[in-house]
């Protein structure tokens, strides 16, 4: 096979945007992060006519097969394509916010809250230190896997993802009950699209009724998204590349490659969708056990 990187994504598919690859072109980047490909999200491709211009830029270019690497919009761009093109794609699942149906792990995550919980680490140092309360903001405005991974992982008193309301009244006993107890530090992690504003407003409530008391914050944002990539990460992203190309090879078409239970499974991509956090009340019961 012969193949080419689409560079910025579907933009880069309407604008013929096409380099070729070889196996020593991509010989020194598993260690890299982010994406040698660029990428854009591309209101052009929302429209009929500029699907119609990606399409004839894959005809031009001889183009017979697509891997898609991407998230929610990546998946929604696929769908509306192949009801009017006949372009055999194959998505594979890479978003930090881990929330694509069929498939327990995406690429990126790990890396994610790997780096999310070494940042909490450094955070509960200062916080243990001076005995002060850290409100910290992790990426995931509709999903909390992010807060939930990363809370666990470092510890925090309280986790606040946006699949669930916020029980500030809970909320002000578990602080009080900590500090109660003597406990030198609190973390609390708070997704940025949970319903109760954020780690500036959860902070403002927190001071409201432990107002003797330092609240700090820290919106963790981009460093999220960057870095090298965990161990994790690219055993998975090398496992899911290899079975898209051979998928390929066999003849299938539009279907996602997931993982469950460590078992490679492929999913018509019809049939994806945006995956939440399911909150069951194992989880919760988990979660107040580890986080008293």
Known sequence: MDIVAIQHGYEGLISGDFIPINANSVSNIIQLGGTILKSSRSDQ????????????KIK???????VLIGGDGSFQGAKAFIKEFDIPFIGIPKTIDNDISDTEMCIGYDTAINTATQAI????DTAQSHQ???IV????????????????AGGAEAILVPETKADLKNLEYLLREGWDRDKSSLIIIVAEGDESGGAIKVAEIVKSFMPSHY?????LGHIQRGGSPSAADRILASKLGFEAIEALLRGERNVMVGIKRNEIQFTPLHRIKRNHLNISDNLLRMMKALTN
């Open 215 to 219: 609240v700090g914050i820290c919106i």
């Open 45 to 56: 491709f929302r429209t009929k006519e500029g699907r119609l211009l990606a399409y004839e």
């Open 121 to 124: 680490d450094k955070i509960r």
């Open 137 to 152: 903001e992790v990426m995931g405005r509709d999903s909390g896997y992010i807060a939930y991974g990363a809370g666990l």
């Open 60 to 66: 031009k270019e001889q183009i017979d097969a697509i």
């Open 132 to 134: 002060r309360i850290f």
